[in-house]
């Protein structure tokens, strides 16, 4: 041991001397990292136990593979934090999740690392596919390594890579990465599938032996009985992995010890020998390491900063939109039990937990499969019962075609709650909710509500379930309400407050505070502008159109992106409204900055009316 | 026999009196039925195969279940027509997908035995679960039925709704109506995994014999061997059947032979007494009883109107759009290696059939999988290739959220060919193509090309291959073009034509030519006007925006949406600009007619351009 070298993060080429270290040294590099992890993101905030658990598995990966030539991609990326940590990206680390900083999730922009972007979950088998196939046509030999939680399992894009990678001739390993946790506790049969072959037994010592015998069957049928004899629940997983897995046309390895680098490394290996597609099953401990995280993985899954000694989150939101919609729906659901909530893995996230614990019979958590959601609340309005999808803004995305067809076309009336709508801050460009105004006011027999106060969701809330047809929208921001100005009384429809001017300014949602705040700002300035909050922000509304048309000017101020957005709806028919609305994708960082940088801060609202009364 | 009454479909109460009948009656039935479906099919056109093949099937399903107490679901809807025969619409069957006569798919509206909508493939299982549990919740014992070909099998969207489903304690029966053909032949290793289970051994029989076996095994091991040696296959079969459903939470039931009217009804019965979700696997032959149809399924799916005798469809079009395109792509792929294309269970539809003989290597069919497919596009693109994903405007909705976040958020190159885009008729509203100028311009990174010509749609294709960023889309409409006016030098950006008009009248795509027509019909009538004829409509295009305010009015007719329409983003910045756009969903009917209705017809065009000219 005299010639042991303590290994150096800092002074390594990276990943390429990982392949130097011999095991202690890896174990010692592994309690370095988690010691790295914990540091950071109590300071950062992000994901903590995903990323926990899959320290060795990611080491292993980066000795047994050579990143970038061979290309690995990470389902969702919220656990790529060692991934970026041993490729180079360690100095800058303590800018995770900050502006102009690392990304929380793989961002091919910013490392060649980093092979497909991530953000969005159960992708990665199909950008994996995408990748291996074009590698193979171009004659490279190289390996596409996807790594996969258990959560992304429950999307159905998912098995629709499955579906084309198993009887592709590439060389793709999918690596499932098993820790029987996504966001909230995981959901589904496919969950309690995977816990079947979550087994204590090796697969592999279990699958040899059963098929030596099952060959040797005519011939001598003592060593089958045997088999089963010794565990009729060992012959069952053999056909199990067989099935669900190697019937789709994989080999597959496992289940490994996910802590294990020496295990891990030598199913990596066997992995690549096999040159075609394999899916490698990993078990790993949510939050490994960390006590605090391990044993409430859930609480540390996406953070922000909290307490090292604790592991306290201290940010907790019981004062949040969310949680003031997951109050309000127990309340509407006391006296109407045709509510149904519908969350995609999100209950926490959404403040469903209160609705779940209230009424089980009637909260349906279907995971991360946002297709199903929306048609599964086609099915039950159907037969006339209330459901209410509670769904992040850029999430709601993958259920566009299932709302026009199996919501709009039949008028059929649902709940949609967008949560995370507008500019979410520090998860960056996958996250922002920036479409869900363009993609749902382009859709027929759609309303969208967007209130700017608790009290304002709340009415909201309760005139959307209680229409009779339908798509109900009721959007709303993460975290609180943070507006110090008193709105007037709420309403559902819009306020208008008139100072005499000829200028109007005009919004919705949380961006409405910053009016107030810009007028404040402009009150010694001599310059005087009336004020529309809009609450219903669609259908477009003819007496807003008249209330347009008696002014100069109309400044829309909108927290959306500017294509498709309301106030380029209005724009068309109000030849005085100017939009100003968001132009592009929103990179990482604090709200208010980004707000700002987007022209929505009262700062710039106050420029820009300025600038008109001035003309 | 002498009391042998002839079924007469025309007297009988509807479902009800179905179950009276015996199995002789039953079988004359079936061949009356098939005689109605050849007979109408060959005059309106129609899906022919599919709803030959389930013939037994939708007789057995309403003789053992009580439609509409019981709720029967069709997915995608094109093997309903039995069903709207069986269900009291036999005397309007001649008005199949005719202007205000029969859909083509269920419609909910049309019914109350039409459960739910159908028309976009893979819905069915989630929209089943959400009736079956909305029933659960209400009390009721009644079934919800499910019937799902095995091409729905290939878009995840069921296996998200399989995955809750199996957990779920409902009546609810999923029929997988397996007859190895989805629009083309089946891909994936799920297909290749159902054909395994469509075996001659019975499933029940062989499972019986191995379940008990296993469970004496301690005591005695024989008759296992016995088994074993029997049939390896038998077991496999068994534990196979046991994991993909019953793993999944299901109970199996099959294989069945789907025109066995006994054995289905044994079957059915069978399923309903389990009172849990259950899987009836049944094998049928698509085109059963009609000899052409029989020998060639694939032509007959869904198709024109053709001649009974032999069956020759007598509308075939080499001259498309769809095989324009194909030719193209096939011209472009001789001298670029990486170009691959992309399709989406539509290889014939789309005209791809002449790339995948060219190269076969760079072609793939990824089943119904719409959102795979972005996504693959998004692998292949990482490493430079160049894939060309040809789509109907109403499925790729499908790929909505893998736009933006597998291409668009990255800016990468890829080729969309939306085809089918703008009104499609016959189809109605679920296959319209109305929407997708409205998500693809609400979307960063996104060019959007509509040809008006064959010609066009060469120059254009080329140009959107070539690009080095972004979504290149090309749309274009269902069928040939028939232009009947030189439209000038083809070009990928715009013509104006110019007349000395102060009106302008602006267009793209097939509509373009009607604007010539409402030039002749207003050629005496003394009123002139220019012409716009648009080739990249998107994005906004500041030349154009000049040519708008050198005018002093500019009336834009647009075969999209109203709502995110090119139009609507034009006015919203020249305030002469007036829109003219399609306002809603739009049921099935002749497209000339159609457009008509939508104001889109040269008359109309050129009665707006009166009015306009005539203040």
Request: with cysteine; charged share 25%.
């Amino acid at each position: 041991m005299d010639d042991f070298i303590i290994p150096d993060l800092h002074n390594m080429k990276l990943p390429k001397d990982l392949k130097k270290l011999d095991k202690d040294q890896c174990d010692l590099l592994c309690s370095q990292i988690r010691q790295i992890l914990v540091d950071t993101v109590s300071k950062t905030g992000g994901h903590l136990a995903s990323n926990l658990g899959c320290v060795e598995l990611t080491l292993a990966i980066h000795r047994v593979f050579d990143s970038p030539k061979d290309k690995i991609i990470w389902d969702v990326g919220h656990q790529s934090y060692t991934h970026k940590l041993l490729t180079g990206r360690l100095d800058r680390f303590d800018t995770l999740r900050q502006e102009g900083g690392l990304s929380g999730f793989c961002r091919p922009d910013e490392s060649p690392h980093d092979a497909f972007i991530s953000g969005h979950s159960s992708n990665s088998v199909s950008a994996g596919l995408g990748i291996a196939t074009a590698m193979k046509l171009k004659g490279s030999k190289r390996y596409t390594v996807v790594v996969l939680g258990d959560g992304a399992m429950t999307g159905g894009l998912v098995y629709e890579g499955l579906n084309n990678a198993g009887k592709s001739e590439t060389n793709l390993i999918i690596i499932l990465n098993h820790n029987e946790m996504s966001i909230s506790k995981n959901v589904g049969s496919i969950a309690k599938y995977l816990s079947t072959l979550r087994t204590k037994q090796s697969y592999h010592k279990t699958k040899d032996v059963v098929e030596k015998t099952l060959d040797k069957t005519p011939l001598v049928g003592k060593g089958l009985i045997k088999a089963i004899r010794s565990s009729k629940k060992a012959v069952k997983n053999v056909m199990l992995g067989s099935t669900m897995f190697e019937d789709l046309g994989f080999k597959f390895v496992g289940p490994l010890d996910g802590h294990n680098i020496e295990e891990l490394e030598n199913g990596l290996k066997a992995a690549k020998r096999l040159r075609q597609p394999v899916i490698v099953h990993v078990n790993t401990i949510k939050g490994k390491g960390y006590a605090p995280a391990e044993k409430n993985p859930g609480e540390y899954h996406g953070i922000g900063s909290f307490e090292v000694a604790t592991g306290n989150p201290d940010v907790v939101l019981p004062d949040s939109f969310s949680s003031v919609m997951g109050e309000e729906l127990v309340k509407i659901g006391e006296n109407d039990e045709s509510i149904c909530a519908v969350t995609a893995a999100m209950k926490y996230g959404t403040g469903l937990q209160m609705f779940a614990k209230r009424f089980p019979e009637r909260f349906f958590d279907v995971g991360i499969a946002e297709e199903h959601a929306v048609t599964f609340c086609g099915g039950l309005a159907s037969q006339g019962m209330k459901p209410v999808f509670a769904v992040y803004s850029s999430f709601l995305q993958r259920g566009y075609d299932e709302l026009i067809h199996d919501l709009a076309i039949c008028n059929t009336h649902a709940v949609i709650c967008v949560d995370r709508a507008g500019i979410v801050g520090d998860d960056g460009e996958t996250h922002q909710g920036l479409f869900d105004i363009s993609f749902l006011s382009d859709m027929p027999n759609t309303t969208i509500y967007s209130p700017a106060s608790y009290s304002e969701l709340r009415l909201c809330l309760n005139e959307a379930v209680n229409a009779e047809y339908g798509i109900r929208v009721v959007r709303y921001p993460r975290g609180r309400n943070s507006s110090c100005y008193d709105l007037g009384p709420a309403c559902t429809t819009y306020s208008h407050i008139k100072n005499g001017g000829r200028i109007l300014a005009v919004s919705y949602g949380r961006i409405s505070d910053n009016l107030f705040k810009a007028e404040e700002q402009l009150n010694n300035s001599g310059i005087v502008f009336d004020i529309l909050k809009l609450v219903k922000v669609f259908p477009l509304d003819q007496k807003i159109v008249d209330i347009f048309n008696s002014y100069d000017a109309v400044l829309f101020f909108e927290e959306s992106y500017r294509y498709g957005s309301i106030s380029e709806k209005y724009a068309a028919i109000c030849s005085n409204v100017v939009p100003y609305a968001i132009n592009g994708f929103i990179k990482q960082g604090n709200v208010a900055d980004l707000l700002d940088k987007c022209g929505l801060s009262a700062e710039k609202i106050a420029e820009r009316i300025k600038e008109i009364a001035n003309g």
